[in-house]
């Protein structure tokens, strides 16, 4: 599926294609949650780092998280006129992009459940909205956002 996105001036317009466009995840560490969470927690896509084009690049920044005092090897990328965020990209795992739901224009899939991670780094004044069939994590779970699409046959070509 095709995702297409943008910061909130525009400056910065991107797209890439993604097998795994169900924004299920919801993260409540501290990092996602203060750099683009603003209902205490943020989603993340998963997308084809090959097929990303992007549309005033110059406009874009990154920041390396601090995680225990020492900048993470993370790329959040943001749009440096507005600050809205727009992906994530970790070297580790250098064919994928993680768009945040929230940059993405292009109409979304609704997930039939979603997952709460990292719960142990909720603000105390989040509460979570988890559904009966809802999974909820005080860490990461182990389940990849491409084996939680494959396990549901959800994958978009």
Not at 89 to 103: G, N, T
């Amino acid at each position: 599926m095709l995702l297409e996105g943008s910061c909130h001036c525009g400056s910065v317009h991107f797209s890439l294609e993604s097998p795994h466009p169900y924004p299920y995840q919801r993260c409540y560490c501290s990092i996602c949650r203060k750099t683009a969470g603003g209902g205490g927690y943020a989603i993340n896509l998963s997308g084809r780092a090959e097929t990303l084009d992007v549309q005033g690049g110059e406009h874009k920044r990154v920041y390396h998280a601090l995680i225990e005092g020492e900048p993470s090897i993370g790329e959040r990328h943001f749009c440096g006129n507005c600050a809205s965020a727009i992906w994530v990209y970790d070297p580790r795992w250098p064919e994928l992009i993680h768009p945040f739901a929230s940059a993405i224009d292009s109409d979304l899939p609704i997930p039939p459940e979603r997952v709460h991670l990292l719960l142990n780094s909720k603000a105390n004044w989040v509460e979570v909205d988890a559904r009966d069939n809802d999974q909820c994590f005080d860490a990461a779970p182990e389940e990849s956002i491409a084996e939680w699409h494959e396990r549901r046959g959800l994958v978009k070509a």
